[in-house]
């Protein structure tokens, strides 16, 4: 199944999938732009959006625990976000750390929080239309999560 066939399948999962790829460009790039500011708070933020980013590239890119050192807690941790409702709990929650940044000042963080709070509707419609998880082949989903879980 090639990339446009994915995304014509209306399955929300893969959608959530790829929101989810752009919510690590996003978190990274806008951690690093808001790190520099005079604002403790924006900096810590800021610091939990660049985490958050590797979390979520470990979780949408099955692929890396097979690749990347990892200790035997951390790969515990991320199995648990293979189905719809865990994926759309973790986003719901990294978008509301990043929401939290609204409380001291408006910053660029809000585009983030915005994005990972999207994939977790996306996650959360693929939960309640009963649709199985289908992780995107280009991602390194179907055979290679296999291999993992």
Known sequence: MSLAEELRSRNFSIYGQWTGVLCIILCLALGIANIFSFNLVLIIISVLSIISAFLIIFIEVPFLLR???????????IRRFTTNWMRALIYAVLGGIQLISLAERSSSLIA????L???????????LKKQEFVGSKTLGGQGVAQMIV
């Open 67 to 77: 690749i990347c050192p990892t200790s035997p807690k951390f790969d515990a941790f």
């Open 112 to 115: 983030g929080a915005v994005v």
């Open 117 to 127: 709070l999207i994939a977790a509707v996306f996650y959360s419609l693929a939960a």
